[in-house]
């Protein structure tokens, strides 16, 4: 499973290589309330066909009907890039379905040989992180390393949109929950690998679109270098695999790094990983553990919800969003955290 920016740049790469005219969209510029954020991506052929979106459907459909009605010239009115707005007036903004007082600013780009597609899928698939500079008086584009996320900038003269990797979730332990977990990630279109060296639990252990690695887990953790779109959790409950995992994790640029667990295993944890393994207490400190928010989970796959919820929040800027139940007075950082955590025999996994 690709992003969706990939999928539109693969989709798009694949019309023009086939003799289609194509357009490729960008939302470049938002004010007020918007359907789709800024960097947001759609493209159009000739054909009237579309990928991607930038508006949720009513500004897609004006702009096929465009094509339909005069050709790719209608919409593209010369061979380089132009802009166009909606929602300028409240009377425009109700035809297009967006928001009240929404306002969308597109840049609508013929595709061609100097758009540079097959370089930047090829970065994004390195994990590159990547700036795409387009001339809006030529329609060149220049490709350059560049911030992992950011706003686009248009200028009069061009327009620079951000590219980079795929959110990744590293798994440490095959199992029931790290399946639930992986499905989830998958969902979410994170790119997910699986270690577990123990053959007895990675032998049977199969899903569609996850990496299944039976390296140790430090061996892992130090071939991919986790970088700040990596989150890794470690599901073991054996402390040879999850805390060899966790030294290295807990070093590198993950935003995310994660355990299960009780509320006493996760101290216990912290203690070996200060005294043993002589970690920084930053570097300890960033260990969410018990890993997960609480929701009262039962089950390996409502365990795995509460997990992927919190690696979603974290990655969404939220650092610590299990830390509001302590001023309700619920269980997830108090003594009663730990009977959350003692799962019946069928669940834990082994």
Not at 32 to 46: D, E, F, Q, T, V
Not at 80 to 102: K, M, V
Request: proline residues 7%.
């Amino acid at each position: 499973m690709e992003d969706l920016d990939s999928v539109v740049l693969r989709t798009v790469q694949a019309w023009h290589a086939a003799g289609l005219p194509v357009v490729l969209v960008t939302v470049a510029r938002t004010w007020g309330s918007s359907p789709r954020p800024p960097g947001s991506l759609m493209a159009i052929n000739g054909q009237g066909a579309t990928v991607g979106s930038v508006s949720g459907g009513c500004i897609e459909d004006d702009l096929i009907q465009r094509i339909r009605a005069g050709g790719v010239d209608a919409v593209c009115a010369s061979p380089t890039p132009t802009t166009l707005r909606y929602g300028i007036s409240a009377d425009q903004a109700h035809r297009f379905g967006l928001p009240c007082g929404g306002t969308v600013e597109l840049v609508l780009e013929p595709v061609s040989s100097r758009s540079g597609l097959a370089e930047l899928l090829d970065a994004c698939q390195h994990r590159r992180s990547t700036e795409r500079l387009l001339d809006l008086g030529t329609g060149a584009v220049t490709l350059r390393p560049g911030r992992r996320d950011g706003l686009p900038l248009l200028t009069e003269t061009q327009l620079t949109t951000h590219f980079g990797p795929r959110h990744r979730l590293i798994v440490i332990g095959a199992g029931d929950l790290s399946h639930f977990l992986c499905q989830m990630a998958l969902s979410l279109n994170f790119e997910v690998v699986v270690c577990d060296p123990r053959p007895e639990h990675s032998a049977a252990w199969r899903l569609d679109g996850v990496v299944l690695s039976r390296e140790m887990p430090d061996d892992l953790i130090l071939r991919l270098q986790p970088d700040a779109r990596t989150a890794v959790v470690a599901v073991t409950h054996d402390p040879k695999l999850d805390d060899l995992a966790l030294i290295d994790a807990l070093q590198s640029e993950a935003f995310y790094v994660g355990a299960i667990g009780s509320r006493r295993h996760s101290e216990l944890r912290r203690d070996r990983l200060r005294e043993h393994f002589d970690l920084s207490e930053p570097a300890v400190q960033a260990l969410h553990g018990p890993a997960g928010l609480y929701i009262g989970s039962k089950t390996p796959a409502e365990i795995a919800l509460s997990i992927m919820a919190e690696v979603v929040a974290v990655k969404n800027g939220i650092e610590r969003p299990g830390t509001q139940s302590v001023a309700s007075g619920k269980a997830w950082l108090e003594d009663g955290a730990d009977a959350a955590w003692k799962l019946p025999p069928i669940c834990v996994l082994p």
